[in-house]
């Protein structure tokens, strides 16, 4: 996981270096830039890309319309407390334990900051 | 992707393939950012309509192209369901009206017959030519009608189906079931790896199982397998003598289930230790990418093709990502799970990439449920990351239905199999 992140930074970087943002900017403008582009490469896409997958079985933006319940409308507190305590076997599942604990701590916060927000996106 | 890479190749991989495509220095005549956006997806199955749905609903104002013959399309997962009586065909077709209607795809009932990768073009049965500035293959698999003697895909349309694309092969199976008499036997005779689902045959064994406990409760059922173990096999097992003692029995490669040959006018297939004889046969030849594949020339020596793993772009043809039961995905199986979850990521990819941005890297996740009867349900799930060994699952996460799992568990999951089904036929055509 960590290399995927630093690797991907490196990735963000080069080609930031490439289109020409870094070299002949400021200092404090690179800085800024290079921020930005840690940001659209890590924080928004990330939790997306790793929320996507849920809705095969809670259905569209977490809707569920069969027997799987339903997270569509819940805040993200709510979502990351559900998905630590399925991992941690605390609440009982069948399979939710097998998923939750395929993600770290920052990942649960992001997937749970996704469809905790998603919803009202939406209205 | 599936050989071990090191980290620096990795990060070199990650740069060249990420920033790379997203400069453009991909391939030269491709502009980095296309004036269009112009999106092609060839095949309306689970990657494919994943694929066009997701790239309407995270970015409107991408101009997506879906090809895809069927009118309906029946799902793979459920046809299983359908054979043992608890579904109707038409519980699982599934349509592209919402796709088209609600979410602006322009879906056109055709086959593509010919990529031309240095034009960007499709070329259609029609004659119809389509430019993209990305394509889109999901084109599911094809069979090796050559690899077992004596069946060939008329033999498969009238005696012995396979069965392993919905459709009328799954009638044609269901009639053959009901025609029979009790006292019969089925033969199902699956493949060696890799293939689509490998859970697949065992849970149309169950529920060929349950129709016949019910109906014709003095046949049997022998599974004929090439290889010498499969998936979930303790729970399959452990399910089958609680359910169905006597009436599945399972022979490995290596203790004669493997077949070389079959006679369908003797209704009989030949293995290496002798001649067995069904009344009704159920061959699952070995597979390979789905033709367009070949032709498009983004194969390699295994017959799947070989994709960069972020972005599920081919290492053969820039431009064009495979996604599905066709393309090496690492260690997903061939599943209507996997191939959703990379049509997701392929489409949120394709988004960043037209947009001049670096894709995140890939989350995916597979789910296959399986039910041994109406109220016995297990499953296998992964959760899978990209690292230098290629697309790999998570430690400590996935996992099977633990052995114990006690009657309530199983029926649970058994509810949330047909819960799933819903959901992701919804989330993917709905
Ligand atoms: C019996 C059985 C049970 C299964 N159960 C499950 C299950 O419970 N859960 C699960 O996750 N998976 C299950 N699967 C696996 C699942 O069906 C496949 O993995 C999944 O369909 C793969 O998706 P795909 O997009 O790669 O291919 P497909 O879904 O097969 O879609 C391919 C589409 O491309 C179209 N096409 C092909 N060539 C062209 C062309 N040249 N031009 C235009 N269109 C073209 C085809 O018409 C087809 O509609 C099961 C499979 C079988 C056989």
């Not at chain 2, 190749?9 to 112009?38: C, T, Y």
């Not at chain 2, 070329?123 to 094809?142: A, C, E, H, W």
């Not at chain 2, 052995?403 to 799933?420: V, Y």
Request: hydrophobic letters at 40%; glycine letters at 10%.
């Amino acid at each position: 996981m960590q290399v995927t992140i630093r690797s991907l930074l490196t990735a963000c970087l080069v080609s930031s270096a490439l289109l020409g943002m870094g070299n002949e900017a400021s200092a404090a403008a690179k800085s800024v830039q290079e921020q930005k582009a840690e940001e659209a490469c890590v924080v928004d896409p990330r939790g997306e890309i790793l929320s996507l997958s849920c809705a095969s079985c809670h259905g569209t933006d977490g809707k569920s319309v069969g027997i799987i319940p339903s997270f569509y409308g819940k805040s993200p507190e709510y979502l990351e407390a559900a998905l630590k305590d399925f991992r941690s076997g605390t609440r009982y599942s069948t399979v939710m334990i097998r998923h939750a604990k395929g993600y770290s701590d920052e990942e649960i916060r992001l997937i749970a900051q996704y469809f905790g927000t998603v919803w009202q996106n939406n209205k | 992707m599936s050989q071990n890479i090191s980290r620096r190749d990795f990060n070199k991989l990650l740069v060249s393939g990420v920033a790379g495509s997203a400069l453009g220095l991909f391939g030269m005549a491709r502009p980095a950012f296309a004036a269009q956006n112009r999106i092609v997806v060839i095949g309306g199955g689970f990657g494919g309509a994943s694929a066009a749905k997701y790239l309407k609903k995270l970015d409107p104002s991408m101009s997506v192209t879906l090809v895809e013959p069927k009118a309906i399309f029946y799902t793979c997962p459920f046809s299983n369901w359908v054979l043992g009586g608890m579904k109707t065909m038409e519980d699982i077709g599934q349509t592209y009206t919402i796709l088209k209607n609600k979410y602006g795809v322009n879906v056109i009932a055709d086959t593509a017959t010919g990529i031309d990768t240095v034009k960007s073009t499709v070329t259609l049965k029609s004659g119809k030519v389509l430019n993209y500035d990305r394509l889109i293959v999901s084109p599911g698999i094809d069979f090796k009608w050559n690899a077992i003697e004596g069946y060939s895909e008329s033999v498969s349309n009238s005696s012995m189906p396979h069965a392993y694309q919905a459709g009328p092969q799954t009638v044609r199976l269901q009639k053959q079931l009901l025609a029979m008499k009790d006292g019969g036997t089925v033969l199902m005779c699956p493949p060696g790896n890799p293939f689509r689902c490998p859970p697949g045959p065992y849970e149309r064994a169950s529920l060929i199982a349950h129709y016949l406990k019910e109906k014709k409760p003095k046949s049997k059922i022998i599974i004929l397998d090439a290889k010498d173990k499969f998936s979930k096999q303790g729970l399959f097992k452990k399910g089958w003598e609680r359910l169905y003692p006597g009436m599945i029995e399972w022979r490995s490669g290596a203790t004669g289930g493997k077949i070389t040959g079959v006679n369908a006018s003797s209704m009989s297939v030949m293995t290496e230790f002798g001649t067995e004889k069904g009344d009704v046969i159920n061959i699952i030849p070995p597979q390979q990418a789905g033709k367009i594949a070949f032709d498009a020339g983004l194969t390699d020596a295994s017959g799947w093709c070989p994709i960069n793993p972020i972005t599920f772009e081919s290492i053969i043809q820039p431009g064009i990502h495979v996604i599905g039961d066709a393309a090496i995905a690492g260690a997903m199986p061939k599943s209507g799970f996997a191939a959703s979850s990379q049509g997701k990521v392929v489409a949120a990819s394709i988004i960043r990439l037209c947009q001049g941005k670096v894709p995140a890297p890939p989350s995916l996740v597979n789910t296959c449920y399986s039910l041994l009867g109406p109220g016995y349900g297990v499953s296998v799930a992964g959760v899978y990351k990209l690292t230098s060994a290629g697309i790999v699952e998570i430690p400590g996460s996935g996992g099977l239905t633990p052995m114990d799992a006690d009657d309530d568990h199983l029926n649970e999951e058994a509810m949330f199999a047909r819960g799933w089904y819903n959901n992701i036929v919804q989330d993917i055509w709905g």
